[in-house]
Nanobody
Framework: QVDLVESGGGLVQPGGSLRLSCAAS????????MGWYRRAPDKPRELVAT???????NYASFAKGRFTVSRDSAKNTVYLQMNNLKPEDTAVYYC????????????WGQGTQVTVSS
């Protein structure tokens, strides 16, 4: 399986915050842009945010103003700071390159579950 390990998910109340981390292999991280994606129940996977090797970022409309993506090249790690979480943010969050390495199951890590509920 691809060398991507997501962590940091959990159960949080609406309005709360979480910080996700993604440790990637040097080959994946060093190839260029990285992205965070999510898959909610019964919905297709969607892009959340991307960050280029130079640090420029892009966000899905639902993430703007609430989520911040960052990367640490020394650690081959990408982060997603999520604030003011809403129940509709409940999903499994994944990281991958941008564009993704592939779309089959072996091209993705296990993801990390984020549940926003009171």
């Amino acid at each position: 399986q691809v060398d991507l390990v997501e962590s940091g998910g959990g159960l949080v109340q609406p309005g709360g915050s979480l910080r996700l981390s993604c440790a990637a292999s040097k080959s994946i991280f060093g190839a260029g842009a990285m992205g965070w994606y999510r898959r909610a129940p019964d919905k297709p996977r969607e892009l959340v945010a991307t960050i280029a090797s130079g640090g420029s970022t892009n966000y899905a409309s639902f993430a703007k103003g609430r989520f911040t993506v960052s990367r640490d090249s020394a650690k081959n790690t990408v982060y997603l700071q999520m604030n003011n979480l809403k129940p509709e943010d409940t999903a499994v969050y994944y990281c991958n390159s941008d564009p993704p390495i592939g779309y089959d199951a072996l091209s993705w890590g296990q993801g990390t579950q984020v549940t926003v509920s009171s």
